[in-house]
């Protein structure tokens, strides 16, 4: 009788884990990381070109930010969360490209799913300057406001100075893809 137990309780440890495993590589709310595989840009996505959607979430450090404190800048809108190992690759990219393009009038805003202690910490030991706001549920509206329904991370959204969406990505960013996406619409007035 123990053996036939043991039998049931392993295989149904397996098939957990084969779920376990789906949902991360497939956003199921269980497992919220996109793979490398998964990554796809979705300019077709019905969101582009659609007005921004609004939000007002507690950030890093405290404060309420709201997407129109924003306005009449390109902002790329990055959804994150420290557990996610694509997330905290690219955060130093997005750095960079704040620094380069700040001048011209781009806005990096970091949105995590998470703990507010755990992303504070996260942020503080990685010297990110730009907004980092933080939150759960209501993180999650906003990522499906944003036209990310599964949750999958990360997942960045760009948004023209006019308050449009302008470009959205599942997945990690590529350099040279939002680059160019970047400075095509810093080059519009």
């Known amino acids: 009788m123990m053996r036939v137990v043991l039998i049931i309780v392993v295989a149904l440890l397996a098939g957990a884990g084969g779920y376990f495993a789906y949902s991360v590589t497939r956003g199921a709310p ?3 990381v996109a793979a490398a595989t998964d990554a796809r840009s979705v300019s077709g996505d019905p969101i582009v070109g659609q007005p921004r959607p609004d939000y007002t979430l507690g950030s890093v450090d405290g404060s309420r930010v709201s997407a129109s ?9 990055n959804f994150w969360a420290t557990w996610c190992a694509p997330c ?21 805003v970091g949105i995590a799913m998470d703990d507010v202690q755990r992303a504070r910490d996260f942020v503080a030991e990685l010297g990110i300057e730009y907004p980092n706001l933080v939150g759960a549920t209501d993180v999650m509206a906003a990522m499906q406001l944003y036209g990310n329904a599964s949750g999958t991370l990360p997942y960045s959204v760009l948004v023209n100075r006019t308050g449009e969406i302008a470009w959205v990505k599942l997945g990690i960013l590529e350099r040279p ?4 996406e970047i400075s095509a619409l810093l080059a519009e007035n």
């Open 88 to 108: 905290r690759e690219e955060m130093p990219m997005l750095m960079e490209l704040r620094e380069q393009h700040a001048a011209q009038g781009l806005e990096v």
């Open 69 to 77: 404190d924003f306005d009449g800048k390109v902002v790329l809108v």
């Open 177 to 180: 893809e939002l680059e160019a």
């Open 30 to 32: 269980e497992g919220q």
